[in-house]
């Protein structure tokens, strides 16, 4: 099964508002919400696909031949290629009836750990969503990051500790969730958060605690004052605020500022090997891929997930090797033209 078969087969099963498209650019689904689409104008998601597309890379054959390593150290954690599965949360909500949020879940940490990859999971206003999750990452030996949304603290403590107990050893916070529709006047409540409020939760979490949302460097500064491991560069899918820069835009700046001291992950828009190493040479550590692997899902379940990151993985390695680079570290931004 292929990945041009996985989206296929997600057609018929993937709710009213997502089309599984080929290519997953935004376009098709730009002003649906509930759905997978962008906010307002729906241009966002469509900015940072097409923001990747606008790169160019510098091919450089003349070298010694040497294969392609794309393995990657997270935390301790070692993957077969710097590639995550973004959180996705309310499935039901956005894609229709074929899973709850915790077979989805349950269905993503499991097939990206067998594909050699990690998974963030999603979290939302109904406790349990946290709860499977967290679950199915424990039983996944800790390979999972669950992905707590920006609640009050009480909140937060209590997400923490669930998913602690069920054995998660990484976590992260999408911030920027704050501004999703329908999490605003919820309870329990979701805004924005301090530097000495994020410190605060980030010291409970004692272990490597990631902040997914930053877009500024003013914005990754802060994350490190904070305490946070790492960030993930991100606008949300476009799904918070309309009018942002692309994802690819600001990366260069954020990682000029902060790289080397904190881990640094990017998503949005980063649909074929190609685009990640584009990524990786912008500065990324890692990167998130999130709509493609719910479709590889609805399409293919575990097929599907293995059938995706094999194509990333193809796609990474041969860039490099067109590029003259054997494994990561060697990726810098010589690699883009001009």
């Given at each position: 099964m292929n990945y041009a078969e996985v989206a296929a087969?997600?057609?018929?099963?993937?709710?009213?508002y997502c089309k599984a498209c080929p290519v997953c650019n935004?376009?098709?689904?730009?002003?649906?919400?509930?759905?997978?689409?962008?906010k307002g104008s729906g241009t966002g998601a469509i900015r940072n696909f097409e923001a990747w597309q606008a790169l160019r890379l510098n091919m450089d054959t003349i070298c010694q031949s040497r294969k392609a390593d794309t393995s990657y150290s997270f935390f301790g954690q070692n993957f077969s290629l710097p590639v995550f599965a973004g959180p996705v949360g309310a499935v039901k909500l956005h894609y229709g009836e074929k899973y709850s949020d915790a077979e989805y879940n349950q269905i993503l940490v499991s097939g990206c750990r067998q594909a050699g990859i990690a998974?963030?999971?999603?979290?939302?206003?109904?406790?349990?969503?946290?709860?499977a999750a967290s679950r199915a990452i424990g039983q996944a030996n800790g390979?999972?990051?669950?992905?707590?949304?920006?609640?009050?603290?009480?909140?937060?403590?209590?997400k923490?500790?669930?998913?602690?107990?069920?054995?998660?050893?990484?976590?992260?916070?999408?911030?920027?969730?704050?501004?999703?529709?329908?999490?605003?006047?919820?309870?329990?409540?979701?805004?924005?958060?301090?530097?000495?409020?994020l410190r605060e939760i980030i010291e409970y979490a004692k272990g490597p605690f990631l902040l997914k949302g930053v877009m500024t460097v003013t914005g990754a500064r802060k994350a490190l004052e904070a305490g946070a491991a790492g960030i993930v560069v991100s606008n949300h899918?476009?799904?918070?605020?309309?009018?942002?820069?692309?994802?690819?835009?600001?990366l260069p700046?954020?990682?000029?500022?902060?790289?080397?001291q904190m881990t640094i992950l990017v998503d949005g828009g980063l649909r074929s090997g190609v685009d990640i190493l584009k990524a990786l040479a912008l500065g990324a550590d890692a990167v998130l891929v999130a709509r493609p692997y719910v479709t590889a899902v609805y399409g293919g379940e575990y097929e599907g997930i293995q059938a995706l990151t094999e194509t990333l993985k193809t796609e990474l390695a041969d860039?490099?090797?067109?590029?003259?680079?054997?494994?990561?570290?060697?990726?810098?931004?010589?690699?883009?033209?001009?």
């Amino acid at each position: 099964m292929n990945y041009a078969e996985v989206a296929a087969a997600a057609r018929g099963c993937i709710g009213p508002y997502c089309k599984a498209c080929p290519v997953c650019n935004g376009r098709a689904c730009r002003n649906q919400m509930p759905g997978p689409g962008a906010k307002g104008s729906g241009t966002g998601a469509i900015r940072n696909f097409e923001a990747w597309q606008a790169l160019r890379l510098n091919m450089d054959t003349i070298c010694q031949s040497r294969k392609a390593d794309t393995s990657y150290s997270f935390f301790g954690q070692n993957f077969s290629l710097p590639v995550f599965a973004g959180p996705v949360g309310a499935v039901k909500l956005h894609y229709g009836e074929k899973y709850s949020d915790a077979e989805y879940n349950q269905i993503l940490v499991s097939g990206c750990r067998q594909a050699g990859i990690a998974a963030f999971t999603g979290d939302g206003t109904d406790t349990s969503v946290l709860i499977a999750a967290s679950r199915a990452i424990g039983q996944a030996n800790g390979v999972g990051v669950p992905t707590i949304k920006p609640w009050d603290k009480r909140t937060v403590f209590e997400k923490l500790d669930t998913a602690k107990a069920a054995g998660a050893k990484i976590f992260a916070m999408d911030i920027d969730a704050s501004g999703l529709p329908f999490l605003k006047g919820r309870t329990p409540p979701a805004g924005n958060k301090t530097v000495s409020e994020l410190r605060e939760i980030i010291e409970y979490a004692k272990g490597p605690f990631l902040l997914k949302g930053v877009m500024t460097v003013t914005g990754a500064r802060k994350a490190l004052e904070a305490g946070a491991a790492g960030i993930v560069v991100s606008n949300h899918g476009g799904r918070v605020l309309d009018g942002v820069p692309a994802t690819a835009e600001v990366l260069p700046a954020i990682a000029k500022a902060v790289k080397g001291q904190m881990t640094i992950l990017v998503d949005g828009g980063l649909r074929s090997g190609v685009d990640i190493l584009k990524a990786l040479a912008l500065g990324a550590d890692a990167v998130l891929v999130a709509r493609p692997y719910v479709t590889a899902v609805y399409g293919g379940e575990y097929e599907g997930i293995q059938a995706l990151t094999e194509t990333l993985k193809t796609e990474l390695a041969d860039a490099m090797t067109m590029c003259g680079v054997s494994n990561l570290e060697e990726i810098s931004s010589a690699l883009l033209w001009p």
